[in-house]
């Protein structure tokens, strides 16, 4: 399944956090940090990302993507 989370709306659809839920492997496309740490902080697509994160399901990325899995994050404002 591709998703494209472009809302805060869309971040807080329960639908979608089931589908990460449910995920086997989670993979994030570049872009900019600051427009994923915005639009998906605080939702429940972040609550479900943080679950999977602590749990057994293989996570990557490119770019922005990548960059977001760490502690520290550059902010392109």
Known sequence: TSLSIT???QAN???VAQIVDGAD???FDG???SFYQATW???RLFTALAAAAASNVA???TSAGLAI???MAYVDL
Request: cysteine-free; proline content about 5%; charged content about 20%.
């Open 7 to 9: 809302t805060r709306e």
């Open 13 to 15: 659809d329960p639908r």
């Open 69 to 71: 899995l760490g502690q």
């Open 31 to 33: 872009g900019a940090q």
């Open 59 to 61: 996570i990557g990325g």
């Open 25 to 27: 492997v989670l993979w």
């Open 41 to 43: 902080a605080g939702t």
